[in-house]
């Protein structure tokens, strides 16, 4: 059949590619090939003028194909094309989307920016990219990774498609990866040979379509959520490696294929944290853990990817407030990760808290006036401060969000157990977390004493109300202001008896209680005492009065 070849000849070709490692459709044993189904119009020197690299090989493709005559094929008829001799060009990839700081050759990416052949992508901490291939495939490059393009070759099968059709291809694409993870997306399409990944030990030949790599010193990795894949150790016999299992790859070491480890609990993980370190543990870590935080629930704008040793808490710092995605999975004792917990947490730490300065935890003190104290946040106008009888500040005293300064000083005049809290309120009324909370005590004041010279004029008898408990302080001094002490005891009664000082006049008495914690309550108000005037004296003077 010998027709002309018009520009829709080659449309509704059937392209089928072999995907096992038995083989791929070839001329010669291990060439990979194109299967190619004729159409009505189709004549083998027009389908090499449109499809090979160099028309003058179609003799090559009828004899592979043990054509009798070169130009006699029939519709339906299906020709093995090699790909050595198609029609191909290197084409760059695309930078997809980027977070954080990620360089092409040392210098800033962007979304939108080509990825050639043979460029190297590196990745900070704190950032990650998405790469998007010819076929639809996706590249997600984890924090502190550096990968590349080796291969990104396109076959055309349509060269002459008219203008505003798309142009038809197979993809032969090969990415390397020389330290860190990427996670592949593979999509659904025919391809000219498997997606291969590379590593400084092993090479990954991909027939899967969800798949992790990693590479670090002389160990790579790969895990298959989805398919299926090849992977080759470097000197050593490679192993088909399923959905649902990985492998450890060093080279000279054939691979063992491991089952995944199970997803961790993360149910116990609060869903709300109100401090810049979010902090947690997750439950019976008897594993270390790989934990990564994006900004979207597909995980393409990694922000955050950390290795958390067995039994070890989980810290992330430097997140901003807002909503955040975290996945964690479980790594083996031959670093195989397994499957993903996935939950989304918020963060509100800000504007934080002002730091307590006083009263602090378990202060004692009498009731009355307490100064409440704080170090001022600046990104604060206002604080909102609360006291109340109970850990869970049902049973507040005192709730205002109008305080100003440092400190403010409140009035209490029941003894008992208090706990207050301070959160920042911005300008615009954005109120921060609570700070942690601080417990202090009031204690009751003293009594005021009671008692006076005893009957007999010779003795002070002295009482007040007290605990059995307690130890007494008390002084007696012939001024108000207790300079000039006429006596002082330390008793372990609330009652003082002493010899009626040799003075006449007003005297001053208080006490105060030492606690069995060691806390001294204030002095007690004080007692005034009259002493009357001893007139024994008179009597001596009596016999030289009579005299006279």
């Keep these: ?64 194909n043990a054509l009798r005559n070169p130009n006699l094929i029939t519709p339906g008829q299906v020709l093995q094309v090699p790909l050595r001799l198609l029609r191909s060009a290197q084409v760059p990839a695309r930078v997809l989307s980027v977070e954080g700081d990620v360089r092409l050759e040392g210098k800033p990416v962007k979304a939108g920016d080509a990825l050639s052949q043979g460029q190297t992508l590196q990745t900070a901490a704190a950032s990650s990219a998405v790469l998007l291939l010819g076929d639809g495939s996706r590249i997600k490059v984890a924090p502190l990774t550096e990968t590349g393009l080796d291969e990104h070759r396109r076959f055309d099968i349509r060269p002459n498609a008219v203008a505003g059709e798309a142009s038809e291809g197979l993809f032969a694409s090969t990415m390397r990866l020389v330290r860190g993870s ?26 899967g379509t969800e798949y992790r790599v990693h590479a670090q010193a002389a160990r790579s990795g790969t ?45 116990g993980v609060p869903a709300r944290f109100e401090r810049p370190l979010v902090r947690f543990a997750t439950p019976a870590q008897d594993a270390p853990v790989r934990v990564q935080v994006a900004a979207d629930d597909k995980f393409e704008r990694l922000v955050r990817d950390l290795r958390v040793a067995a039994g070890r808490e989980v810290r992330i710092a430097g997140l901003d407030d807002g909503t955040w995605q975290m996945r964690v999975r479980r790594v083996d004792g031959q670093g195989v990760e397994g499957y993903d917990a996935q939950r989304a947490f918020t963060l509100k730490a800000r504007p934080e808290p002002p730091a307590a300065m006083g009263p602090r935890i378990a202060a004692k003190m009498p009731v009355g006036t307490v100064t409440m104290a704080w170090a001022e946040n600046l990104e604060a106008t206002l604080y909102h401060l609360q006291v109340a009888k109970d850990a869970a500040f049902a049973d507040k005293v005192l709730d205002t969000d109008t305080v100003q300064g440092a400190k403010t000083d409140i009035k209490l005049d029941q003894a008992g157990t208090y706990h207050w809290r301070l959160a920042s309120v911005r300008a615009s009324g954005d109120q921060g977390p609570w700070g942690d909370a601080q417990v202090f005590e009031l204690r009751p004041l003293p009594e005021p004493p ?56 007003k005297v001053y008495f208080r006490y105060r209680s030492v606690e069995p914690d060691g806390f001294t309550t204030p002095w007690s108000s004080t007692l005034v005492i009259e002493i009357p005037r001893n007139w024994n004296f008179l009597w001596i003077l009596a016999p030289l009065l009579l005299a006279l």
């Design 1 to 64: 059949m010998k027709l002309p070849l018009p520009l829709h000849a080659l449309r509704g070709l059937a392209l089928a590619l072999a995907l096992t490692t038995a083989g791929w459709p070839s001329a010669q044993a291990g060439e990979p090939a194109m299967r190619y189904t004729v159409t009505a119009n189709d004549t083998l020197i027009g389908l090499s003028r449109s499809l090979l690299a160099d028309a003058a090989s179609w003799p090559e493709v009828a004899r592979l």
């Design 182 to 207: 990427i996670e592949v997306l593979a999509s659904k399409v025919q391809r000219a040979k498997p997606l291969e990944v590379t590593t400084p030990t092993a090479v990954i030949g991909v027939r």
């Design 223 to 267: 895990e298959v959520l989805e398919g299926k894949v090849r992977a080759d150790a470097n000197d050593a016999e490679g192993a088909d490696v399923p959905s649902g299992f990985g492998a450890a790859l060093v080279a000279g070491v054939t691979p063992t294929v491991v089952a995944l480890p199970p997803a961790p609990d993360l149910s």
């Design 450 to 505: 009671a008692g006076g010279v005893a009957p007999d004029g010779k003795t002070l008898s002295l009482n007040w109300s007290g605990r059995a408990q307690d130890k007494q302080q008390v002084e007696l001094a012939q001024d108000e202001g207790f300079t000039q002490i006429l006596a002082r005891q330390d008793l372990t009664q609330a009652q003082w008896e002493l010899p009626t000082p040799d003075v006449s006049g």
